[in-house]
C-alpha cells in the first residue's frame, strides 16, 4: 500500500470521527439547552409559589382583621405558612440542583466542542498532507510524461541522424 493511499484512509477514518464528534456536539448542545430551560422552568415555578404564598398570606390575615383571634385558628395559619415555607425551600433546592445540571451539561457542551475542534484540526491537517501528495505524484507524473516525450523524440531522431 502506498503512502498516499494510507494517508487517505486515515484521512476517512479521521473525518468518521470528526463526524462523531460534531454530532456529539449537537446532542450536547441539546441537552444543555433542555437544563437551561429546566432552570428557567424551576425558577418559574419558586416565583408562582412565593406569589401564591403572599397571596394566601394576605387572605388569612385580611379574614381576621376586626375579629377576635382564637388561638387555634393562628396555630392553624401558622402551620399553614411553616407548610409553605417547607415548599419554598424545597423549590429552590430544586431550582438549585436544576442550575448544578445545567452547569454540568455546559461542561460536557464545551468538551464536546474541544473535541470536536481537534478532530477538525486533524482532518484539516490530513487534507493539507493528501493535497501536497497530489501535487507531488501530479507533478512527478508530468515530469515522467516529459521524459518519455524526449525519449519517444530522441529515438525518432537516432534513426534520421544516421
Known amino acids: 500500500m502506498k503512502d498516499r493511499d494510507i494517508i487517505a484512509r486515515l484521512?476517512?477514518?479521521r473525518r468518521r470521527g470528526e463526524k462523531r464528534a460534531n454530532e456529539a456536539v449537537i446532542r450536547r448542545y441539546a441537552t444543555a439547552q433542555r437544563a437551561a430551560g429546566e432552570v428557567q422552568k424551576a425558577a418559574a415555578t419558586v416565583r408562582e409559589h412565593l406569589q401564591?404564598?403572599?397571596?394566601?398570606?394576605?387572605?388569612?390575615?385580611?379574614?381576621?382583621v376586626?375579629?377576635?383571634?382564637?388561638?387555634t385558628s393562628l396555630?392553624?395559619?401558622q402551620g399553614q405558612f411553616e407548610i409553605a415555607a417547607?415548599?419554598?425551600?424545597q423549590l429552590r433546592e430544586?431550582?438549585?440542583?436544576?442550575?448544578?445540571?445545567e452547569q454540568r451539561r455546559k461542561a460536557e457542551l464545551s468538551a464536546a466542542r474541544n473535541d470536536h475542534r481537534a478532530s477538525m484540526k486533524a482532518v484539516t491537517k490530513l487534507d493539507g498532507l493528501?493535497?501536497?501528495l497530489t501535487n507531488r505524484t501530479a507533478r512527478h507524473r508530468l515530469a515522467l510524461a516529459e521524459l518519455s516525450e524526449e525519449d519517444e523524440r530522441s529515438s525518432l531522431?537516432?534513426?534520421t541522424q544516421r
Open 130 to 132: 493528501l493535497e501536497h
Open 66 to 71: 376586626g375579629q377576635p383571634v382564637k388561638a
Open 75 to 77: 396555630y392553624r395559619l
Open 52 to 64: 401564591r404564598t403572599a397571596d394566601a398570606e394576605d387572605a388569612a390575615f385580611g379574614s381576621l
Open 86 to 89: 417547607r415548599q419554598t425551600e
Open 157 to 159: 531522431r537516432l534513426p
Open 94 to 101: 430544586n431550582e438549585k440542583m436544576a442550575g448544578v445540571n
Open 11 to 13: 484521512h476517512d477514518l
